[in-house]
Protein backbone atom coordinates (compact mmCIF):
# COMPACT_ATOMS: atom_id res chain seq x y z
CA UNK A 1 0.00 0.00 0.00
CA UNK A 2 0.95 3.61 0.08
CA UNK A 3 3.55 4.61 2.25
CA UNK A 4 2.82 8.09 4.03
CA UNK A 5 5.34 9.98 6.02
CA UNK A 6 5.26 13.32 7.92
CA UNK A 7 7.74 15.50 9.50
CA UNK A 8 8.99 16.40 11.68
CA UNK A 9 7.85 13.80 13.82
CA UNK A 10 7.96 15.98 17.04
CA UNK A 11 7.62 19.96 17.34
CA UNK A 12 8.24 22.23 20.34
CA UNK A 13 6.99 26.37 19.37
CA UNK A 14 7.40 29.11 21.70
CA UNK A 15 3.66 30.96 21.17
CA UNK A 16 3.86 33.47 18.62
CA UNK A 17 6.15 31.16 16.65
CA UNK A 18 5.74 30.00 12.56
CA UNK A 19 6.07 26.25 11.44
CA UNK A 20 5.90 23.88 8.47
CA UNK A 21 4.98 20.35 8.77
CA UNK A 22 5.76 18.29 5.39
CA UNK A 23 3.76 15.42 4.36
CA UNK A 24 5.30 12.91 1.60
CA UNK A 25 3.39 10.52 0.19
CA UNK A 26 4.79 7.05 -2.01
CA UNK A 27 2.22 7.29 -4.77
CA UNK A 28 -0.48 9.70 -6.72
CA UNK A 29 -3.01 10.09 -4.47
CA UNK A 30 -6.60 11.31 -5.53
CA UNK A 31 -6.96 13.48 -2.69
CA UNK A 32 -5.60 14.66 1.00
CA UNK A 33 -6.75 15.60 4.09
CA UNK A 34 -4.94 17.35 6.62
CA UNK A 35 -6.38 16.48 10.57
CA UNK A 36 -5.59 17.85 14.09
CA UNK A 37 -5.99 15.55 16.64
CA UNK A 38 -7.48 17.68 19.95
CA UNK A 39 -6.36 16.13 23.39
CA UNK A 40 -10.05 14.20 23.75
CA UNK A 41 -8.62 12.39 20.56
CA UNK A 42 -11.36 14.11 17.78
CA UNK A 43 -9.52 14.42 14.75
CA UNK A 44 -10.45 17.80 13.60
CA UNK A 45 -10.73 18.34 9.35
CA UNK A 46 -8.16 21.20 8.64
CA UNK A 47 -7.96 20.92 4.82
CA UNK A 48 -9.26 18.84 2.43
CA UNK A 49 -6.43 19.83 -0.61
CA UNK A 50 -5.93 17.57 -3.70
CA UNK A 51 -3.61 19.93 -5.17
CA UNK A 52 -2.97 24.59 -4.77
CA UNK A 53 -2.98 25.92 -1.72
CA UNK A 54 -5.80 27.00 0.52
CA UNK A 55 -5.78 29.43 3.71
CA UNK A 56 -8.03 29.59 6.83
CA UNK A 57 -7.30 32.18 9.16
CA UNK A 58 -3.18 31.23 10.71
CA UNK A 59 -3.66 27.74 9.19
CA UNK A 60 -2.66 27.39 5.34
CA UNK A 61 -1.60 24.29 3.16
CA UNK A 62 -0.14 23.60 -0.11
CA UNK A 63 -0.21 19.98 -2.10
CA UNK A 64 2.33 19.33 -4.85
CA UNK A 65 0.52 16.19 -6.35
CA UNK A 66 2.99 15.82 -9.03
CA UNK A 67 5.84 15.93 -6.44
CA UNK A 68 3.97 13.62 -4.01
CA UNK A 69 4.24 16.10 -1.48
CA UNK A 70 2.03 18.14 0.64
CA UNK A 71 2.69 20.89 3.58
CA UNK A 72 0.85 22.60 6.60
CA UNK A 73 1.72 26.02 7.57
CA UNK A 74 0.73 27.53 11.14
CA UNK A 75 1.45 31.45 11.96
CA UNK A 76 1.57 32.59 15.00
CA UNK A 77 0.95 29.68 16.89
CA UNK A 78 -0.91 29.74 19.97
CA UNK A 79 -1.13 27.09 22.99
CA UNK A 80 -4.23 25.60 21.79
CA UNK A 81 -2.74 24.53 18.24
CA UNK A 82 -0.87 21.92 20.63
CA UNK A 83 -1.72 18.45 19.54
CA UNK A 84 -1.13 16.06 16.68
CA UNK A 85 -1.00 16.60 12.96
CA UNK A 86 -2.18 14.07 10.79
CA UNK A 87 -2.24 14.03 6.96
CA UNK A 88 -4.15 11.63 4.85
CA UNK A 89 -4.64 10.33 1.36
CA UNK A 90 -6.80 7.93 -1.10
CA UNK A 91 -5.20 5.37 -2.37
CA UNK A 92 -6.41 4.20 -5.91
CA UNK A 93 -9.96 3.22 -6.55
CA UNK A 94 -10.01 2.92 -2.63
CA UNK A 95 -12.46 5.08 -0.29
CA UNK A 96 -10.67 4.99 2.44
CA UNK A 97 -7.82 6.85 4.10
CA UNK A 98 -4.12 6.11 5.06
CA UNK A 99 -2.96 8.10 7.50
CA UNK A 100 0.44 9.04 8.47
CA UNK A 101 2.43 8.72 11.62
CA UNK A 102 2.01 12.59 12.86
CA UNK A 103 3.35 15.55 13.65
CA UNK A 104 2.65 16.32 17.44
CA UNK A 105 3.21 19.62 18.10
CA UNK A 106 3.52 21.33 21.68
CA UNK A 107 3.49 25.29 22.03
CA UNK A 108 4.53 26.67 25.13
CA UNK A 109 3.72 30.07 26.47
CA UNK B 1 -25.70 20.23 11.10
CA UNK B 2 -25.54 17.87 13.96
CA UNK B 3 -21.64 16.36 13.84
CA UNK B 4 -20.68 12.38 13.62
CA UNK B 5 -21.83 10.81 17.03
CA UNK B 6 -19.76 7.71 18.95
CA UNK B 7 -21.38 5.52 21.81
CA UNK B 8 -20.26 5.04 24.30
CA UNK B 9 -17.30 6.82 24.40
CA UNK B 10 -15.42 4.87 26.58
CA UNK B 11 -15.43 1.35 27.18
CA UNK B 12 -13.91 -1.52 29.73
CA UNK B 13 -14.32 -4.99 28.40
CA UNK B 14 -12.15 -8.67 29.82
CA UNK B 15 -10.48 -11.00 27.25
CA UNK B 16 -12.77 -12.77 25.30
CA UNK B 17 -15.92 -10.60 25.94
CA UNK B 18 -17.46 -9.39 23.15
CA UNK B 19 -18.10 -5.19 22.21
CA UNK B 20 -20.44 -3.50 20.04
CA UNK B 21 -20.01 -0.01 19.17
CA UNK B 22 -22.17 2.76 17.24
CA UNK B 23 -21.69 5.35 14.92
CA UNK B 24 -24.12 7.55 13.73
CA UNK B 25 -23.33 9.79 10.67
CA UNK B 26 -23.83 13.07 9.72
CA UNK B 27 -27.25 13.76 8.09
CA UNK B 28 -27.09 12.66 4.38
CA UNK B 29 -23.87 10.91 4.75
CA UNK B 30 -24.59 7.26 3.32
CA UNK B 31 -20.69 6.38 3.60
CA UNK B 32 -19.23 4.98 7.00
CA UNK B 33 -15.83 4.07 7.65
CA UNK B 34 -14.49 2.64 10.90
CA UNK B 35 -10.50 3.44 12.15
CA UNK B 36 -8.73 1.57 14.76
CA UNK B 37 -5.91 3.98 16.19
CA UNK B 38 -2.95 2.68 18.60
CA UNK B 39 -0.27 3.85 19.78
CA UNK B 40 1.87 1.11 18.03
CA UNK B 41 0.16 1.16 14.88
CA UNK B 42 -1.27 4.48 14.31
CA UNK B 43 -4.31 4.72 12.75
CA UNK B 44 -5.55 2.06 10.53
CA UNK B 45 -8.53 1.55 8.29
CA UNK B 46 -10.99 -1.40 9.58
CA UNK B 47 -14.02 -1.09 6.72
CA UNK B 48 -16.32 0.82 5.15
CA UNK B 49 -19.76 0.86 4.46
CA UNK B 50 -22.22 2.31 1.94
CA UNK B 51 -25.52 2.11 1.58
CA UNK B 52 -25.70 -1.24 4.07
CA UNK B 53 -23.35 -2.72 2.04
CA UNK B 54 -19.30 -3.48 3.14
CA UNK B 55 -17.53 -1.47 0.36
CA UNK B 56 -14.16 -2.26 1.55
CA UNK B 57 -12.50 -3.73 3.90
CA UNK B 58 -8.92 -3.37 5.70
CA UNK B 59 -6.24 -5.76 7.08
CA UNK B 60 -8.14 -6.87 10.19
CA UNK B 61 -8.48 -10.44 11.37
CA UNK B 62 -12.22 -11.83 11.20
CA UNK B 63 -13.33 -11.06 14.74
CA UNK B 64 -13.70 -7.05 13.63
CA UNK B 65 -17.07 -7.08 11.68
CA UNK B 66 -19.63 -4.41 11.10
CA UNK B 67 -22.88 -3.84 9.45
CA UNK B 68 -24.77 -0.53 8.50
CA UNK B 69 -28.77 -0.06 9.05
CA UNK B 70 -31.04 1.61 6.61
CA UNK B 71 -31.13 5.15 8.53
CA UNK B 72 -26.89 4.73 7.83
CA UNK B 73 -26.13 4.54 11.29
CA UNK B 74 -23.40 1.35 11.64
CA UNK B 75 -22.16 -0.74 14.53
CA UNK B 76 -18.89 -2.33 14.64
CA UNK B 77 -18.52 -5.64 16.55
CA UNK B 78 -15.46 -7.09 17.90
CA UNK B 79 -15.76 -10.38 19.22
CA UNK B 80 -13.35 -12.33 21.69
CA UNK B 81 -11.58 -9.38 22.91
CA UNK B 82 -7.65 -9.41 23.12
CA UNK B 83 -5.31 -7.11 24.75
CA UNK B 84 -4.41 -5.26 21.72
CA UNK B 85 -7.87 -4.65 20.82
CA UNK B 86 -7.37 -1.68 23.20
CA UNK B 87 -7.26 1.61 21.02
CA UNK B 88 -9.48 4.27 20.15
CA UNK B 89 -11.87 3.47 17.62
CA UNK B 90 -12.73 6.38 15.22
CA UNK B 91 -15.61 6.37 12.76
CA UNK B 92 -15.83 8.88 9.70
CA UNK B 93 -18.67 9.81 7.40
CA UNK B 94 -18.82 10.72 4.18
CA UNK B 95 -21.59 11.03 1.16
CA UNK B 96 -19.46 8.17 -0.43
CA UNK B 97 -18.57 9.28 -3.41
CA UNK B 98 -15.01 8.66 -3.85
CA UNK B 99 -12.42 10.36 -2.28
CA UNK B 100 -15.01 12.79 -0.54
CA UNK B 101 -14.11 14.61 2.49
CA UNK B 102 -14.50 12.27 5.25
CA UNK B 103 -15.78 13.68 9.29
CA UNK B 104 -14.93 11.88 12.07
CA UNK B 105 -16.91 11.39 15.47
CA UNK B 106 -15.39 11.80 18.51
CA UNK B 107 -14.36 8.15 18.97
CA UNK B 108 -14.99 5.05 21.73
CA UNK B 109 -11.97 4.71 23.50
CA UNK B 110 -12.15 0.71 24.57
CA UNK B 111 -9.75 -0.73 27.37
CA UNK B 112 -9.70 -4.41 27.60
CA UNK B 113 -8.29 -6.02 30.69
Known amino acids: GIQVEQSPPDLILQEGANSTLRCNFS?????LQWFHQNPWGQLINLFY???GTKQNGRLSATTVATERYSLLYISSSQTTDSGVYFC???????????FGTGTRLTVIP | KAGVTQTPRYLIKTRGQQVTLSCSPI?????VSWYQQTPGQGLQFLFE???????NKGNFPGRFSGRQFSNSRSEMNVSTLELGDSALYLC????????????FGPGTRLTVL
Open chain 1, 88 to 98: AVWEGGANNLF
Open chain 2, 49 to 55: YFSETQR
Open chain 1, 49 to 51: IPS
Open chain 1, 27 to 31: DSVNN
Open chain 2, 27 to 31: SGHRS
Open chain 2, 92 to 103: ASSSGTAYNEQF
